[in-house]
């Protein structure tokens, strides 16, 4: 029985190009939610999704940032030209019913832009 | 104000002393979660609680709810649990996204 599962676990890019953040939540769970944790910070909330469909995305930065989690496959973050502050570690995590059942995290992708 | 403060930033202790992490929080919430995350980076789900306590091997959370304040114990702490412990709440009035302490550094030495 996986857990949730993001790859690639390192990601290193540069100025300008595109990052793509995949997440496969646990089997049988419909809901997922990406967070970023900045160097030296806490964690913050990105986003909450089901499938097909955004729920939440007030954290999300307004540009070059967006998520997806569709009907077949992972859900996927996408940051375009990113910049040298994307540097982080992207947390995903996954439950099956949302409201306050309990959250499984992924691994984490550490993105670093040179 | 960070609307979730944990205390201590940071904490040592000998092998077999009992620990204590704080968390207070200044809105009304639905739960509150303690996780963990390991110097490898990953991070696991310990406790979700709205009220009273629970207890898993070790570990001991509790929360007062009409104080806003919640405490994670470790009873016969280990080097293994040294981590980062993490306190996060979900806000009460339907949004479903975390608000997170900046966490609490515990190292454990032999």
């Known amino acids: 029985n996986a857990g949730v599962m993001q790859n690639p676990r390192h990601l290193v890019r540069r100025r300008g190009q595109e990052a793509r953040l995949r997440c496969s939540p646990m089997k049988g769970h419909s809901h997922v939610y990406w967070y970023r944790q900045l160097p030296e910070e806490g964690l913050k909330f990105m986003v909450y999704?089901?499938?097909?469909?955004?729920?939440?995305e007030s954290g999300m930065p307004k540009e070059r940032f967006s998520a997806e989690f569709p009907k077949e496959g992972p859900s996927i973050l996408r940051i375009q030209q990113v910049v040298r502050g994307d540097s982080a570690a992207y947390f995903c995590?996954?439950?099956?019913?949302?409201?306050?059942?309990?959250?499984?995290f992924g691994n984490g992708t550490r993105l670093t832009v040179t | 104000k960070n609307e979730v403060e944990q205390s201590p930033q940071n904490l040592t202790a000998q092998e077999g002393e009992f620990i204590t992490i704080n968390c207070s929080y200044s809105?009304?919430?639905?739960?509150l979660h303690w996780l963990q995350q390991h110097p490898g980076g990953g991070i696991v789900s310990l406790f979700m609680?709205?009220?009273g306590k629970k207890k898993h091997g070790r570990l001991i959370a509790t929360i007062n709810i009409q104080e806003k304040h919640s405490s994670l114990h470790i009873t016969a702490s280990h080097p293994r649990d040294s981590a980062v412990y993490i306190c996060?709440?979900?806000?009460?009035?339907?949004?479903?996204?975390?608000?997170f302490g900046k966490g609490t550094k515990l190292t454990v030495n032999p």
């Open positions: 995590a996954s439950s099956p019913t949302g409201g306050d059942s309990p959250l499984h």
């Open positions: 809105v009304g919430i639905s739960a």
């Open positions: 996060a709440v979900s806000v009460q009035g339907g949004s479903e996204k975390l608000v």
């Open positions: 999704l089901q499938k097909e469909n955004i729920i939440d």
């Open positions: 609680l709205s009220s």
